[in-house]
T-cell receptor, first 110, second 116 residues
Framework: DQQVKQNSPSLSVQEGRISILNCDYT??????FLWYKKYPAEGPTFLIS?????DKNEDGRFTVFLNKSAKHLSLHIVPSQPGDSAVYFC?????????FGDGTTLTVKP | GAVVSQHPSWVICKSGTSVKIECRSL??????MFWYRQFPKQSLMLMAT?????????EQGVEKDKFLINHASLTLSTLTVTSAHPEDSSFYIC????????????FGDGTRLSIL
């Protein structure tokens, strides 16, 4: 049973537009949520996170929204840039142990 | 920022060989490191949590005798794939927390293991 799901394996957006990446989870014990970005042949790098006591966290072009009742989080990137093209993983954490989604490949077209 | 170095980045070896992968935290101490395995187009699957000075905690379904983990210091954890077979071919990646448990993990660049 996959506890963290990213239902869209890929997303393509035009440069300058908004990218919205979605993530659903099933375990209500998760108390911390993170987004990581991964380029080919590199390890994931941390992007942004949110605690379960919040519903929004913003950092520059990146905003993460958390809807606890729906067990859903999303990452908004605006405006999207070609350099944002990568695989994005959401992760849900409990007691320091993270469970990852399968990732969404974002392609931002110039 | 916190840097995690993983070595080697790519290994090709014959079936039956044991392969050791190193994971080092370069500029911070990590009491806990994590080992993941990733299949193509799939998620990072946690294999085990490596604890400095104590035995690793393995996830369900991961063979302890197959994947030996040693965390001998606060900056180094090793994963040894013993008697590797083609089905062990995968992308292995480690991570470490620089601070408390809810801090983001810092990942190494992974090791591509190919068993012939």
């Amino acid at each position: 049973d996959q506890q963290v799901k990213q239902n869209s394996p890929s997303l393509s957006v035009q440069e300058g537009r908004i990218s919205i990446l979605n993530c659903d989870y099933t375990n209500s014990m998760f108390d911390y949520f993170l987004w990581y970005k991964k380029y080919p042949a590199e390890g994931p790098t941390f992007l942004i996170s949110i605690s379960s006591i919040k519903d929004k966290n913003e950092d520059g072009r990146f905003t993460v929204f958390l809807n606890k009742s729906a067990k859903h989080l999303s990452l908004h990137i605006v405006p999207s840039q070609p350099g944002d093209s990568a695989v994005y993983f959401c992760a849900a954490s409990n007691a320091g142990k993270s469970t990852f989604g399968d990732g969404t490949t974002l392609t931002v077209k110039p | 920022g916190a840097v995690v170095s993983q070595h080697p980045s790519w290994v090709i070896c014959k079936s039956g060989t044991s392969v050791k992968i190193e994971c080092r935290s370069l500029d911070f101490q990590a009491t806990t490191m994590f080992w993941y395995r990733q299949f193509p187009k799939q998620s990072l699957m946690l294999m085990a949590t490596s604890n400095e000075g104590s035995k690793a905690t393995y996830e369900q379904g991961v063979e302890k005798d197959k994947f030996l983990i040693n965390h001998a210091s606060l900056t180094l954890s090793t994963l040894t794939v013993t008697s590797a077979h083609p089905e062990d071919s995968s992308f292995y990646i480690c991570s470490a927390n620089a601070g408390h448990s809810n801090q983001p993990q810092h990942f190494g660049d992974g090791t591509r293991l190919s068993i012939l």
